[in-house]
Nanobody, 127 residues
Framework: QVQLVESGGGLVQPGGSLRLSCAAS????????MGWFRQAPGKDREFVAA????????YYADSVEGRFTISRDNAKNTVYLQMNNLKPADTAVYYC????????????????????WGQGTQVTVSS
């Protein structure tokens, strides 16, 4: 079993920034990608960003392109999501996922390729 623990969520004013972290632990796992998804009240979970774990490659939803940056620290088994210029529409529970599938062959913008998920961290953007 692989455990994913997200942190860094909170309340921020519009235009502000937050940095989310997701640390993976547990049994040895051949990770190929990690990603962030979010779910707002009354809405389906949607893709935010993903990163190739062993090669260059990042993927973003159009709604966050240019404002959010995903990065990784392989030594710490941790993925980060730097969120700048936050908007009220970014309010949601943010989940990270880990995938054993090569993002060059599988669409990591979909939930299907992900094997494990974290419990989520709440991000609220409000004045």
């Amino acid at each position: 079993q692989v455990q994913l623990v997200e942190s860094g969520g909170g309340l921020v004013q519009p235009g502000g920034s937050l940095r989310l972290s997701c640390a993976a632990s547990g049994r040895s796992f051949s990770s190929k990608a990690m990603g962030w998804f979010r779910q707002a009240p009354g809405k389906d979970r949607e893709f935010v960003a993903a990163i190739n774990w062993n090669a260059p490659g990042t993927y973003y939803a159009d709604s966050v392109e240019g404002r959010f940056t995903i990065s990784r620290d392989n030594a710490k088994n941790t993925v980060y999501l730097q969120m700048n210029n936050l908007k009220p529409a970014d309010t949601a529970v943010y989940y990270c996922g880990i995938s054993s599938r090569d993002p060059r062959r599988y669409n990591v913008r979909l939930e299907g390729p992900y094997d494990y998920w974290g419990q989520g961290t709440q991000v609220t953007v409000s004045s």
